[in-house]
């Protein structure tokens, strides 16, 4: 029989195709090839091999790329993110699939000059000097040349021209040197070492009988099978006829495509537990703590990865790890480009690459030897890809350790609610550090009732603030104000006639932006000038700035405190990702008395002159309607009051809140976590909520209202909700108009025992047809609802 191949192909197709293999060539799964699709030539991945009677029909596949094959375990990544997000298993592909393309070979090779020993062709003052300082006969990278000899890089690029100096192609830059598990080992508390013997204790956890979950057999042999019985990481044998278009490594049990019921087989059916939950307040010292199972993970000859959340301002983290390591880590993220980009997979493919820093996408490298990832502050919203194929990095990593066997992370101050669920119920292994480390204690915490203590008119500091943070000045401590704001004013507003401006794109006001004298949509990024007189009503001068942002803090601090040094940070901070580096760095080394920013600075960071932290705003997120608002404010309140206090000094917070009584407000005051978990927990079970209940949002979305509103309508009455399935809306989506296209939702609620994806794949199937501009994306586990 002829034999064929289904290929995967990295674009929005549901699922592989089938192509006809050519006599001579020998393929076997994972194996990278390139094939027509329709007029082109396109790479893809070998997803199963067969024969089939039908083979000859096919097209052929052209050829094999010369490219080190796509695992296994990334295969079963692939197999599991299309099944569990529903997004196209080709989309799922291209997120672990960056073939070396065109751009990355134009990528500029780094180029460094030198004298080359001849004399120009015409001396001018500008060119002596730079032959003075090239002198030297060392290899000079251009610009610096140029700036070492005071003049422009033209002169520079004139002498190349004329042969008076030669162009020398520069080593690239190594993308990691080994990191040295022991070149500083830190002494650490007694509570951290426990912490890190205990964590330690869960590295490649010997086989339990029996049952091959994480990190038992041999690295092909790890059964991490569903009802179905064939192992992710492997493929299977079909059992029946093949269809042309269902292929992949497993055709596993209905419930395979299900996060909760993963853990279940992993919590229940071995001693390994699916993640480990390292929780300690903030300042406890749990970087430390996860150095050394690092440290431990390299010792035994495999790689880490470390997530972040905000990998661009991670500078003071990569210094950490220096110090304690040798040497910085090599980094993932989107900023990361080309050559640079091949060679770090390249070296992680080879296991060259012992330890990665990165942003969620970090996570579908190609990891040789994975032992360890650790999710740092796991709790965070960043972890989830709201775009494209809508993943939540956390709980892939989760599913990649399972089918890597290796072992879990989960590091948080506020864990989610998500997380200690299922540290409740024993799937994931508990550590906790429940004090600072050094015996520091946490910050005081008060709250200012704002219907109490009013800041005067038109300001936003009230007088209780004002009192402390003069006095911390006074003491030569550095303040912090928070308030989660971009901008000057949230909203602008004409007195004469009320007409408040609002982006022509988005259901968003504008913002209002003073430094750039520019109105913005926070949502598009559409601007246009302030005007000086209303455009409705052409009434001049009468626009008014509702509402406070950072911007407008800076000002009233400003007045209050003319001679001090305020760093305003937010992330319209002018002057990139560098700058706002070095500005962190500022306010980390005391040069700046009072910082006003966004949660920007609200997480993470280490600054240890700061005793003040004032909340400007804590009911913010309270007043959303969104169920996870009780959560993500909880969570923002303690990272924020916690940034004070970690140096020498104790530290203090002061949270402006109309509603003291709030739950939320009420267990950051009293310090009492537990509680406000307690409380959360029974609420989201009361209501059905994640993790007690599963959810998806469907988002129709069209260019016209109507044509959304309809495809939604229809798409609801398609929905035959079986018992234990809730179909809700449509609805105007929260943000209604984004970017000129109108949103209607659909949310879907289901009880815990419910397949979710398989009874969404039916509904979408059997839904009605899209049309024109129409579009309908799936969001499981949405994380705003
Ligand atoms: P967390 O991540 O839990 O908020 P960190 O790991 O950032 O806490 O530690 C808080 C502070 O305590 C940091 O300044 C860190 O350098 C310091 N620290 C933690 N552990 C040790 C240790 N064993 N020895 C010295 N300093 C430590
Ligand atoms: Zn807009």
């Given at each position: 029989m002829p034999r064929t191949a289904e290929i995967l192909i990295p674009?929005?197709?549901e699922s592989a195709y089938s192509y006809a293999v050519p006599e001579g060539l020998e393929l076997a799964a994972g194996d990278v090839v390139q094939v027509p699709l329709g007029p082109r030539e396109i790479v893809g991945v070998v997803w199963e091999v067969g024969e089939s009677?039908?083979?000859?029909?096919l097209r052929p596949v052209t050829g094999r790329v010369e490219v080190p094959p796509l695992a296994p375990g990334l295969r079963g990544l692939v197999d599991w993110l299309a099944r569990y997000t529903l997004a196209p298993k080709g989309s799922a592909l291209a997120m672990t699939l960056r073939l070396p393309d065109e751009a990355a070979g134009t990528e500029t090779i780094r180029v460094g000059v030198r004298a080359a020993g001849r004399p120009p062709a015409r001396a001018t003052a500008a060119r002596t000097k730079v032959l003075a300082v090239a002198a030297d006969g060392a290899v000079h990278g251009k610009s610096a040349l140029a700036k070492a000899a005071g003049v422009s890089l033209s002169v520079v690029d004139g002498l190349i021209d004329d042969g008076a100096l030669e162009t020398v192609a520069l080593q690239p830059e190594p993308v990691a040197l080994p990191p040295d598990p022991d070149h500083a080992r830190v002494p650490l508390s007694e509570a951290q070492a426990e912490a890190a013997a205990k964590l330690i204790a869960f590295l490649n956890p010997p086989p339990s009988a029996g049952e091959g979950a994480c990190?038992?057999?041999?690295r092909g042999d790890?059964?991490?099978?569903g009802e179905g019985g064939a192992p992710l990481s492997r493929p299977s044998l079909r059992r029946g006829p093949p269809s042309p278009t269902q292929v992949g490594p497993a055709r596993l049990?209905?419930?395979?495509?299900d996060l909760g019921q993963a853990r279940d087989r992993v919590g229940g059916g071995?001693?390994?537990?699916?993640a480990i939950l390292l929780e300690g307040v903030t300042g406890s010292g749990k970087t430390e703590v996860y150095f050394e199972a690092i440290a431990e993970c390299i010792r035994r000859g495999r790689q880490a990865l470390i997530l972040m959340p905000?990998?661009?301002?991670t500078a003071q983290f990569l210094d950490r790890f220096a110090d304690r390591f040798g040497v910085r880590p090599a980094t993932w993220h989107?900023?990361?480009?080309g050559k640079r980009r091949e060679r770090l997979r390249a070296g992680v493919a080879a296991g060259e690459v012992a330890v990665v820093v990165g942003?969620?996408?970090?996570?579908?490298l190609p990891f040789a030897e994975l032992g360890l990832i650790v999710v740092d502050e796991?709790?965070?919203?960043?972890?989830?890809?709201?775009?494209?194929?809508?993943?939540h990095a956390r709980d892939m990593a989760v599913v990649r350790g399972r089918i890597e066997g290796c072992t879990i992370v989960l590091a948080s101050a506020t864990p989610s609610i998500e997380t200690r669920v299922n540290a409740m119920r024993g799937r994931y292994a508990h550590i906790g550090l429940p004090e600072r480390f050094g015996g520091r204690r946490l910050p005081d915490i008060a709250a200012i009732d704002m219907r109490l203590d009013k800041p005067e008119r038109?300001?936003?500091?009230a007088p209780p603030l004002v009192a402390a943070v003069r006095s911390n000045l006074a003491a030569g401590e550095q303040a912090l104000l928070f308030l989660?704001?971009?901008?000057?004013?949230?909203l602008t507003l004409c007195r004469a006639c009320g007409h408040r401006y609002r982006c022509r794109n988005c259901s968003t006001w504008l913002v209002e932006h003073r430094f750039r004298r520019a109105l913005v949509c926070h949502q598009c990024g559409y601007a246009e000038r302030r005007p000086e007189?209303?455009?409705?009503?052409?009434?001049?001068?009468n626009l008014t700035a509702c509402g406070p942002g950072v911007e407008r803090i800076a000002e009233e601090v400003a007045e209050l405190f003319p001679d001090k040094r305020v760093i305003v940070l937010s992330s319209?901070?002018?002057?990139?990702a560098e700058r706002l580096r070095s500005e962190l760095q500022t306010v980390a080394e005391g040069g700046c008395d009072i910082v006003i920013g966004t949660q920007l600075v609200a997480k993470?960071?280490?600054?240890?002159?700061?005793?003040l932290v004032g909340?400007?705003?804590?009911?913010?997120?309270?007043?959303?309607?969104?169920?996870r608002a009780a959560e993500r404010t909880f969570q923002l309140l303690q990272q924020v009051t916690g940034r004070?206090?970690?140096?020498?000094r104790p530290g203090r917070a002061f949270v402006q809140t109309?509603?003291?009584?709030h739950p939320v407000i009420a267990a950051l005051l009293s310090g009492d976590a537990e509680r406000f978990y307690a409380e959360e927990i029974a609420a989201r079970e009361e209501a059905g909520l994640p993790p007690f209940g599963r959810l998806a949002a469907l988002i129709v979305s069209a260019n016209e209202r109507e044509a959304a509103e309809k495809h939604g309508q229809a798409l609801a009455r398609a929905?035959?909700?079986?018992?234990?399935v809730m179909v809700l809306g449509?609805?105007?989506?929260?943000?209604?108009?984004i970017r000129g296209r109108y949103r209607f939702r659909l949310l879907v609620k289901t009880e815990r025992s419910i397949n979710l994806q398989s009874y969404l794949r039916d509904w979408l199937a059997q839904g009605p047809k899209i049309r024109g501009n129409v579009r309908v994306s799936v969001d499981v586990d949405p994380q705003s609802f």
């Open positions: 674009l929005a197709l009677a039908s083979g000859s029909n990190g038992a057999g041999g790890r059964n991490i099978s049990g209905h419930q395979d495509a071995s001693s390994a537990p699916a905000e990998i661009a301002l989107s900023g990361i480009g942003a969620r996408s970090a996570l579908f796991e709790h965070e919203a960043a972890y989830k890809q709201e775009d494209g194929v809508h993943y038109g300001r936003f500091l989660n704001r971009r901008g000057y004013a949230p007189s209303c455009s409705e009503c052409g009434t001049f001068d319209d901070f002018p002057g990139g993470g960071h280490n600054f240890p002159h700061l005793t909340v400007l705003d804590a009911d913010v997120g309270l007043t959303s309607g969104d169920p004070a206090g970690r140096g020498d109309y509603q003291p009584e929905a035959d909700p079986p018992a234990g449509p609805a105007e989506a929260p943000l209604a108009l």
